[in-house]
């Protein structure tokens, strides 16, 4: 995905100078002073400044002001789109940098950060580009003495709180189709990954954005994302966490202005495989990257995998032989398969979720050494549903197997969680295949592949895996509202 070789990542890292401030109305403010830690090596990469109520709210009232009488939500949609597209084009300049950003800041393998992240990113800020100037309002056929018009409008300021373990397509997903529908918007990444959200905002001056429009404000959850979730000038808040902190946002919203709240939360995946998969082989190859992929942290990371009890142990064997094969390393490693995780926090964390598998009587087939940072591809298997392996989302490279004796109960397994966000069968049986994706509660189910997905293509959840959708013209939904004007005729 890189033909840039490992030392020369190095020596770029070694030369990087981020920006720092937080960047409110076209402009870094702030005096730089938390420090942003590579998990990769422990090492501040940099200092940065940390936004408190008072910085949110300039954020919020130089957003509000270039919506309120600032150019860009009265600009011809064409217009819209040419700002973005130079964006883009300035994003893709820069792609190395970011990806670079991104893999210091938060572990992701360089590979996965310049040819997965940045390429989705860039794609999406075209394609939200693109959609600005096609989209065609309405005009009912009502009565002959009047006219009904149904115009879709920028619903306003858009304030963007979103995680680290896609640190830019989460900002994307929510960003791009906020400002191409004329809101103005303030994102406030996570405080692992900063740095690479303040080079997104560098360029949104560079490519002319008018000041305000796109503002980025780092600092703790409980501070800035708070302030946010609370701002009265607040219109829209679009959130990609955890599911505990969507209910805070709900409660925000309550509390203040009744903001709209849009929300993808976290996960508990089913990956069911079924005796006639097409390719059991493929079937288990896919069940372990997608587990592994990202080390786990991964909102629709297949994390238990449902398996008939005729095909589990050549399934499982499989799985097992490519976690032990996986490459860990340095994240600047282009080899690299899998980086550390985030923080030395989350790290305990995921241990301590392995933990609770072992005491719970779930059994070690591989995996669970920690070195460091690091934690080996981990697989359990006799895993029952009570156990908290199987119910609590672990966001680590931890797989929990399951196994089941006919199509009912794995659809009974894979239905029994509180999360709904995506889920998988392998089947041969066209029949069986749609009415296991009927059955499921999940909003995405992939038939006899994982993670397929495309900027067209709505992603989101349900149960308590959020709602909404981002991607595809129905996320322009979220960052509009539909305005009926009747004119007598
Ligand atoms: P998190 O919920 O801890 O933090 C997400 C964001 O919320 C961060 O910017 C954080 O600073 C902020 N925040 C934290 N506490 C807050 C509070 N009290 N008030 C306001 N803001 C607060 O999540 P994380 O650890 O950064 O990311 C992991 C979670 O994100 C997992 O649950 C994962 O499933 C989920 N996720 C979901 C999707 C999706 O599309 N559904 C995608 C990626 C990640």
Not at 369 to 382: E, H, L, N, S, W
Request: glycine residues 8%; hydrophobic residues 45%.
């Amino acid at each position: 995905m890189t033909d840039v070789p490992y030392e020369e990542w190095r020596a770029r890292a070694a030369g990087l100078v981020p920006h720092t401030g937080l960047h409110i109305d076209g402009e870094f403010t702030g005096t730089a002073s938390v420090p942003v830690v590579s998990p990769r090596d422990g090492k501040t990469i940099a200092r940065i400044a940390s936004a408190g109520p008072s910085e949110v709210d300039a954020a919020v009232a130089a957003a509000r002001r270039a919506f309120d009488t600032g150019p860009w939500p009265r600009l011809a949609p064409a217009e819209r789109k040419a700002a973005l597209l130079r964006w883009a084009d300035l994003i893709e300049r820069d792609r190395s940098t970011i990806a670079l950003l991104i893999s210091l800041e938060m572990g992701k393998p360089i590979s996965e950060s310049y040819g997965i992240e940045l390429r989705a990113v860039i794609n999406c800020v075209r394609w939200y580009a693109e959609a600005a100037d096609k989209q065609l309002d309405e005009s009912p056929r009502t009565s002959s003495s009047s006219l009904a018009l149904v115009t879709r409008e920028p619903v306003g300021v858009v304030a963007a709180v979103v995680p680290w373990n896609f640190p830019l397509t989460m900002a994307a997903w929510k960003i791009a189709p906020a400002l191409a529908s004329g809101c103005t918007a303030i994102l406030k990444p996570a405080e692992e990954s900063p740095l690479s959200a303040l080079h997104l905002a560098a360029l949104a001056a560079e490519a002319g954005l008018p000041p305000g429009v796109f503002n980025v404000v780092n600092g703790p959850g409980e501070v800035a994302g708070r302030a946010l979730g609370e701002h009265p000038s607040v219109d829209v808040l679009a959130f990609t966490g955890s599911t505990e902190v969507g209910r805070h946002f709900l409660r925000y919203a309550a509390d203040s202005n009744l903001k709209r709240v849009w929300l993808e939360l976290g996960g508990k995946s089913p990956n069911i495989i079924l005796p006639d998969a097409p390719d059991l082989d493929a079937a288990a190859a896919t069940a372990a990257w997608g587990i592994f992929f990202n080390a786990g942290e991964m909102c629709t990371a297949p994390s238990r995998l449902l398996v008939h009890r005729s095909i589990a142990s050549r399934v499982v064997d499989r799985v097992v032989a490519r976690a032990e094969s996986l490459r860990t390393g340095d994240p600047l490693d282009p080899s690299t398969e899998m980086g550390p995780l985030v923080s030395l926090a989350h790290h305990a964390r995921v241990m301590s979720h392995i933990q609770a598998a072992k005491s719970d009587g779930a059994h070690l087939r591989t995996g669970a050494a920690a070195d460091g940072r690091y934690i080996a591809p981990t697989v359990f298997d006799q895993v029952k549903p009570e156990m908290r392996i199987a119910r609590e989302e672990i966001f680590g490279p931890v797989l929990a197997v399951l196994e089941f004796d006919d199509v009912d109960e794995a659809i009974a397994l894979a239905n029994d969680t509180e999360y709904g966000l995506a889920a998988a069968v392998w089947t041969s049986d066209l029949s069986t295949a749609h009415r296991v994706s009927r059955s499921l509660r999940a909003g995405t189910v992939w038939v006899n592949c994982y993670e397929e997905g495309d900027m067209s293509v709505p992603f989101g959840g349900v149960k308590q895996s959020g709602h909404g959708r981002d991607k595809s013209l129905h996320a322009l939904d979220k960052y509009t509202d539909l305005k009926t004007t009747w004119i007598e005729l």
